[in-house]
């Protein structure tokens, strides 16, 4: 089988990076998703990574903290991950960059989005971090608008679970899954696919979204090549 896409956005969550340990960076978890983004890179993909940082820090857990403030923290806490996965990947003799949205010269690139491409281009794999660099967006945001601007013909959104439900399968044994939703579906419904402002932006800019399980090893070059695993939201 071919590759269904060119160019990815392949959204990894802070969480996925900490493996069953519920915290930090699991060396064996990044390693193996490391080992998928390699394949993915030699069947000749342009792969974009976007990741979060919810392994360290979330925004909401600094409660009585000023918003913004806790924001930047979270900020931080991307770049840790994406530096985790650039070194596993260039250990696995993939070249990658690191470009943060805040400027940090000494361990990453500033982000440029004609840089980006161009590393792409290259055949280098392009990990996005410290969010957008503002405060009061997510990271799925993020992947929305990098994927808008670098004109990725999909975000690939890796998740704990094996696609998107109408409630949380943990809890309810009897949740139901969607194959497939528009995103008018996922606003209305308050689906926990992205924040509605990511929604919106991957909407405005037809952008579909894949969502589908970290948990079986081969997922990612799976939805790749176009088997129909997860949620595709359209």
Request: charged share 25%; glycine share 10%; aromatic share 6%.
């Given at each position: 089988?071919?590759?269904?896409?060119?160019?990815?956005?392949?959204?990894?969550?802070?969480e996925?990076?900490?493996?069953?340990?519920?915290?930090?960076?699991?060396?064996?978890?990044?390693?193996?998703?490391?080992?998928?983004?390699?394949?993915?890179?030699?069947?000749?993909?342009?792969?974009?990574?976007?990741?979060?940082?919810?392994?360290?820090?979330?925004?909401?857990?600094?409660?009585?903290?000023?918003?913004?403030?806790?924001?930047?923290?979270?900020?931080?806490?991307?770049?840790?991950?994406?530096?985790?996965?650039?070194?596993?990947?260039?250990?696995?003799?993939?070249?990658?960059?690191?470009?943060?949205?805040?400027?940090m010269?000494?361990?990453?690139?500033?982000y440029?989005?004609?840089?980006?491409?161009?590393?792409?281009?290259?055949?280098?794999?392009?990990?996005?971090?410290?969010?957008?660099?503002?405060?009061?967006?997510?990271?799925?945001?993020?992947?929305?608008?990098?994927?808008?601007?670098?004109?990725?013909?999909?975000?690939?959104?890796?998740?704990?679970?094996?696609?998107?439900?109408d409630?949380?399968?943990?809890?309810?044994?009897?949740?139901?899954?969607?194959?497939?939703?528009?995103?008018?579906?996922?606003?209305?419904?308050?689906?926990?696919?992205?924040?509605?402002?990511?929604?919106?932006?991957?909407?405005?800019?037809?952008?579909p979204?894949?969502?589908?399980?970290?948990?079986?090893?081969?997922?990612?070059?799976?939805?790749?090549?176009?088997?129909?695993?997860?949620?595709?939201?359209?």
């Amino acid at each position: 089988m071919s590759p269904k896409y060119k160019r990815v956005i392949l959204k990894l969550s802070g969480e996925a990076l900490a493996g069953e340990n519920g915290f930090g960076i699991d060396g064996n978890t990044v390693s193996a998703i490391a080992k998928q983004v390699k394949e993915l890179h030699e069947l000749g993909i342009e792969v974009a990574i976007v990741v979060g940082g919810g392994n360290f820090w979330r925004g909401r857990t600094g409660e009585g903290m000023d918003r913004t403030t806790a924001d930047y923290m979270g900020m931080l806490a991307t770049v840790i991950n994406a530096l985790a996965l650039q070194d596993a990947l260039e250990g696995m003799d993939v070249l990658t960059r690191v470009q943060t949205a805040i400027e940090m010269r000494q361990i990453a690139e500033p982000y440029i989005r004609r840089k980006a491409v161009r590393h792409l281009e290259k055949a280098r794999v392009v990990i996005f971090a410290s969010g957008t660099g503002n405060p009061y967006f997510s990271t799925d945001t993020t992947a929305a608008l990098r994927a808008a601007e670098i004109e990725a013909e999909v975000i690939l959104l890796a998740k704990k679970v094996d696609g998107v439900y109408d409630s949380d399968p943990n809890i309810n044994k009897d949740a139901k899954k969607f194959d497939e939703l528009s995103y008018i579906d996922v606003l209305n419904k308050g689906l926990g696919v992205m924040d509605s402002t990511a929604t919106s932006l991957c909407m405005d800019n037809k952008i579909p979204i894949l969502v589908f399980g970290l948990n079986e090893p081969e997922n990612i070059k799976k939805v790749i090549l176009g088997e129909k695993i997860g949620t595709c939201v359209k």
